[in-house]
């Protein structure tokens, strides 16, 4: 009994401090932009399916992709079990899933033997972060903070598996002690049991109740540690992929304001007939974090910083400071940084800082080609050239500070209908005395 | 086969509206198309080819603009806009319902952006509808031409990844006699050229290498003989690197709508 209050209390404990940062990033998401209605379900749970769980994207490098492929499904296939412990623990029960038998077995057989490779693959994340030099894990935006924060979460996961194995090894060794049947199947466990098949019933009894809180008490600090960490990831990835954007790669997102405005200028008859709304001048484009829209503020949470996107950006590899992993980054990090603020302090609170110039320069802004290969490559569809371009789009609708050749192409559109100077008159002077061959009659 | 010279006369759409004649496609040629000298000879190419398989076409000619795209991406949305609505109304005013264009980024725009201020019209590259004559019989490229010759293909990122365009070139490719090399980089992993996104026009960034030097030491690895290209800002990067690497007298580099023009010795 002493065992389920103790277990309730953590969990109400690990509820509370989970919907308090909840509460606060319902807050923060309150601050953001319209992005696009969630409709076209059925796409997205397709997309979902493919993406978040069949892992498609990340097998584009296929190696360290089915690594991670293996360690997510192993997750999924553990959560079962972690399900179950919660029950065990408030209802005072062992193994309370066990009635399903065969279909138990195939679960914690293979949630067992996914422990093992799990803790032998974060092992090798770990070795690969910290011995090897992957070049997409240095950047500028990748500090001494970001690679403790992934070393963290790694070996919170390894421990986390490790609890595991032991959990299962002294469930064995405690259930044939008591002379119970051991329920399910733990191939890895049974191996390990091997090992301590000498040691006193109690120390068993000890060792198992040390795992098994060990492992319920890790998932509990994890899941509360997550929010605060890159590895938020493993919350928001899947929601992200299912709120992907479903439009393809080249289509920019369309400036409703501008379209009004546009059509006023074309027909000032309509901007006759409809009169014009009260409502608060929009600043146009992205300046600072409360004009990014939810997406793009939910990308950021989700980015779990890998660097793929980096690693093929065409002005990256050639020494541009433009950096797409920095340009998400920089969104959570102003957010956590003027978020709170605006929250208490209402949306005209400022620190005289701003996305744009105190963590994003225009340099980095005006290096993209707008290739797509950051959002093709990233694992959970992130769309880093959104955020550049809306960008772009405050700088030259705003500030009109585009680079001085930018604004030549402009007016030379404005005036001639080409981004060169040529007069428009001038545009079929490629069809004259143009010639060919043609069979001889 | 003896062949003659023939002049080639290219219609333009407000002459056959004026004789109430309709084409079935408008050929939009765009600013690079129009402008660019050595695009020219692009538009030139795919025209010859045009008028060689009897396609009934027009272009806009003296009446066509620029389809903003370059406007948009640099950050001038209303300068986009006002592009977009006014090149729409032209256009209905035609009543256009096809339309190729040789360059992925208006193919792009067109297809995907215009559609927002109610735009109608099928979009289609020049690569895929050669693609569709090959594929329907009417375009034979079977010519010795290029035979013996490697020829790779740099895909441009607006109909690759912006649009999942990656076959149709390489199907024409394919049809004309000549083996086709990939380089390390492509499809959906090829690498920009670096002239996206407004790039095409102003000094890069700060860097240690231009970008179109990068994918032009791409495909001097493959060790072909031509690169071919489907998108006019990639010709000229692709152009600008080989003189720069040294090698423009080794690889040359073609447009797919030369490559079939060449084949078919137009």
Request: net charge negative.
């Amino acid at each position: 009994m002493i065992k389920q209050i103790l277990f309730a209390v953590s969990l109400l404990v690990t509820l509370g401090v989970f919907a308090y940062t909840t509460k606060k990033l319902i807050a923060l998401f309150k601050l953001t932009k319209p992005a696009f209605p969630i409709v076209d379900i059925g796409e997205r749970i397709n997309v979902m399916l493919k993406v978040a769980f069949g892992q498609t994207k990340i097998m584009r490098k296929p190696v360290i992709g089915f690594m991670h492929a293996l360690v997510w499904w192993g997750f999924l296939v553990i959560l079962v079990g972690s399900i179950e412990m919660l029950i065990d623990g408030l209802a005072g029960t062992e193994r309370v899933l066990g009635f399903l038998g065969i279909v138990y077995n195939i679960i914690f057989g293979f949630g067992d033997v996914f422990a093992f490779l799990i803790a032998i693959l974060v092992a090798a994340f770990l070795f690969r972060r910290i011995a090897m030099n992957v070049k997409r894990f240095g950047g500028v935006e990748m500090k001494h903070k970001s690679h403790i924060d992934a070393n963290i979460a790694l070996t919170i996961i390894l421990l986390l598996m490790v609890t595991l194995m032991g959990m299962n090894a002294f469930y064995i060794l405690d259930a044939q002690n008591h002379g119970h049947e051991v329920v399910g199947v733990y191939p890895v466990g049974a191996i390990i049991a091997t090992w301590f098949s000498g040691m006193s019933v109690h120390s068993v009894h000890i060792l198992h109740e040390i795992n098994w809180w060990g492992h319920i008490l890790g998932i509990f600090f994890f899941a509360n540690y997550l929010p605060y960490s890159k590895h938020f990831h493993v919350f928001m990835s899947v929601p992200n992929v299912f709120l992907s954007n479903l439009n393809p790669l080249g289509k920019m997102t369309n400036m409703d304001n501008i379209t009004k405005e546009v059509k006023m200028m074309l027909d000032p008859e309509a901007a006759f007939e409809e009169p014009a709304e009260d409502e608060a001048i929009e600043r146009f484009g992205v300046m600072d974090v409360e004009d990014v829209t939810w997406k793009n503020y939910m990308d950021s949470l989700a980015c779990t910083q890998c660097g793929r996107c980096t690693s093929v950006c065409p002005a990256n590899l050639t020494g541009k400071l433009l950096s797409p992993r920095k340009i998400v980054m920089n969104v959570r990090e102003r957010m956590k940084e003027k978020g709170p603020e605006m929250v208490a302090n209402g949306k005209e609170w400022t620190d005289n800082k701003a996305l744009l110039g105190d963590y994003i320069t225009k340099e980095e802004l005006w290096a993209c080609t707008t290739c797509n290969a950051c959002a093709q490559e990233c694992p959970i569809n992130i769309n880093q050239p959104a955020i550049i371009l809306d960008m772009r789009r405050y700088i030259v609708m705003e500030e009109s500070a585009a680079p001085g050749e930018l604004n030549s192409i402009f007016s030379n559109i404005e005036n001639n209908g080409a981004p060169w100077q040529f007069a428009q008159d001038d545009r079929m002077l490629w069809a004259d005395d143009l010639t060919m061959n043609a069979p001889a009659k | 086969m003896e062949t003659t010279q023939i002049k080639v006369e290219v219609p333009v759409m407000a002459d056959l509206f004026a004789k109430g004649e309709k084409p079935e496609y408008l050929f939009w040629v765009g600013s690079a198309g129009a402008f660019d000298d050595r695009y020219k000879k692009v538009t030139q190419a795919f025209v010859k080819v045009l008028t060689h398989l009897n396609v009934s076409y027009a272009v806009l000619g003296t009446e066509e603009s620029s389809s903003g795209d370059v406007a948009r991406r640099a950050g001038n949305e209303m300068l986009f806009q006002m592009q977009a609505l006014m090149n729409i109304e032209l256009m209905d005013g035609y009543e256009v319902t096809k339309i190729i264009t040789c360059d992925p980024h208006v193919y792009n725009t067109f297809k995907n952006e215009y559609t927002d201020y109610g735009a109608k019209f099928e979009v289609i590259h020049h690569s895929q509808f050669l693609q569709n004559l090959i594929d329907e019989g009417k375009l034979k490229l079977d010519s010795d031409v290029f035979k013996g010759q490697k020829i790779t293909y740099h895909d441009p990122c607006y109909l690759g990844r912006a649009n999942g365009e990656y076959n149709a070139p390489r199907k024409v490719l394919g049809a004309i006699p000549s083996s086709l090399v990939e380089m390390k980089r492509n499809k959906s992993f090829a690498l920009c050229c670096g002239a996206g996104g407004g790039q095409m026009f102003k000094e890069a960034e700060k860097g240690d290498k231009e970008i179109f030097i990068e994918r032009t030491e791409d495909v001097l690895e493959t060790g072909a003989d031509i690169v071919a290209t489907a998108c006019p800002y990639c010709m000229v990067m692709m152009t600008d690197g080989l003189k720069y690497t040294n090698k423009e007298e080794d690889v040359k580099n073609y447009d797919i709508a030369e490559l079939v023009a060449m084949a078919l010795k137009l």
